[in-house]
């Protein structure tokens, strides 16, 4: 079987990924066509099934011998199957949000439901909510009468569903509400899934608020579309061991402790090990202020360096699939727990006191060790997803990479 996905400008595609490992019983592929080449390539019909995404949503559907109900009520198809040349669309993008919306595990029946956009993403999630009996639906946009300017009117809204790019890669941290609005929210849906967590999701878990990225509805989907491929029925399991694999393969490994506890150095064992590259953050803020750290502090002061800190951290925890050794005061601004969990689980390193090596650290030199401990030890413990004793670099970068591989948590 030939199959695949069409689109204008791809890129880097998890599709073929996914695909591999739903089955083998076709190989899947990437079909780049521009807009002057569609006509050519959906007449021409050499495929036996593709998937569709944007700018070829509703351009396709003129192409096609017939839709399903579902795609007809959103009004645009991303799956396509060929049967002896008789094209069928459907839309399997409605499987993949009812897929996430049912880990939610939510009884929307008559419950207002704040939908963030108004584009095709938003169609699909709208399908699913009238279908599951939603009460009130209120689509969220910039200039439509419901809007980012009046949205506290609906401050009883039981979900949020953001269905814009609004904090996807490179716009990390970026959200369009403030969840304190909301006094009856039980739970937030965000159909991005690059980062791991936007800024509304790590907002919602900081609340105790349910929420679900958008990485199951793309497995999902791809799990549906396989099965109209194919014919073959598809196991929840599957869908569940493959966005945990993705999620997984993508998570950044971060590491935190005290200045001298061997973040560094197990960083770069962990990367080793894993095959991931490793970035080091005091050492990129050297090659950026160009001098060592201890001297900047005393030309500049605390203040300035830790916001040249953030400013790195933003950038590299971008990144995803790496492994980060931070500073020991990376957890000294409350700001950098979300730059770094938004791709991450963040390990705390645990050496005793008197094994720190403090020699050329400049907070370490200014005051004890026992001081300096005493006043971040709560935030590392705020911060961290699991601790590991240090003992040495081999053994403990072993451990930090059991630890990583069996956590569940985001």
């Not at 953050?281 to 060592?292: A, K, N, S, V, Y």
């Amino acid at each position: 079987m030939k199959c695949g996905l069409l689109g204008e400008k791809l890129g880097h595609s998890f599709s073929p990924q996914i695909h591999s490992m739903l089955t083998d019983i076709y190989d899947y592929s990437l079909f780049e066509v521009s807009r002057d080449d569609l006509e050519t390539f959906m007449t021409k019909r050499d495929f036996d099934g593709i998937n569709v995404t944007i700018p070829y949503k509703k351009e396709v559907m003129r192409f096609l011998d017939g839709i399903s109900e579902k795609a007809a009520a959103i009004g645009c198809v991303n799956t396509i199957k060929n049967t002896d040349g008789y094209l069928y669309g459907d839309n399997t993008d409605y499987d993949g949000f009812s897929y996430i919306l049912d880990s939610l595990d939510l009884d929307l029946q008559g419950k207002k439901v704040l939908v963030l956009g108004s584009g095709g993403g938003s169609l699909t999630v709208r399908t699913v909510l009238a279908e599951r009996k939603a009460g009130q639906v209120v689509v969220i946009s910039r200039n439509g009468p419901d809007n980012y300017e009046n949205i506290n009117k609906h401050c009883d809204a039981a979900l949020i569903v953001n269905a814009t790019p609004v904090g996807m890669y490179p716009d990390n941290l970026h959200s369009l509400v403030d969840l304190d609005v909301f006094r009856d929210i039980e739970a937030v849906a965000d159909i991005v899934y690059n980062p791991i967590l936007t800024r509304i999701l790590l907002d919602a878990k900081e609340r105790g608020i349910k929420y679900v990225n958008g990485l199951g509805m793309l497995v999902s989907q791809a799990r549906r579309a396989s099965e109209i491929f194919t014919g073959e029925t598809i196991s929840d399991d599957v869908v569940e061991t493959i966005t945990e694999r993705l999620k997984k393969e993508r998570l950044n490994v971060i590491l935190i402790g005290m200045p001298g506890c061997g973040k560094t150095s197990v960083g770069k064992a962990v990367s080793e090990k894993l095959g991931r590259k490793h970035f080091d953050i005091d050492g990129l803020i050297t090659e950026r202020i160009g001098m060592p750290i201890h001297e900047f502090f005393a030309q500049n002061g605390e203040g300035e360096f830790r916001r040249v800190e953030t400013e790195i951290m933003s950038d590299i925890c971008r990144n995803t699939g790496v492994v980060i050794s931070t500073g020991g005061g990376a957890v000294t601004r409350n700001e950098n727990y979300d730059i770094l969990k938004q791709n991450g689980v963040i390990v705390l390193l645990d050496r005793p006191l008197d094994q720190l090596e403090v020699d050329g650290r400049p907070l370490s030199l200014s005051r004890s060790v026992e001081v300096l401990y005493n006043e971040r030890k709560d935030m590392y413990n705020m911060f961290s997803d699991f601790s590991v004793k240090c003992t040495t670099i081999d053994s403990t970068a072993e451990e930090v990479i059991e630890r990583f591989l069996s956590y569940r948590g985001e």
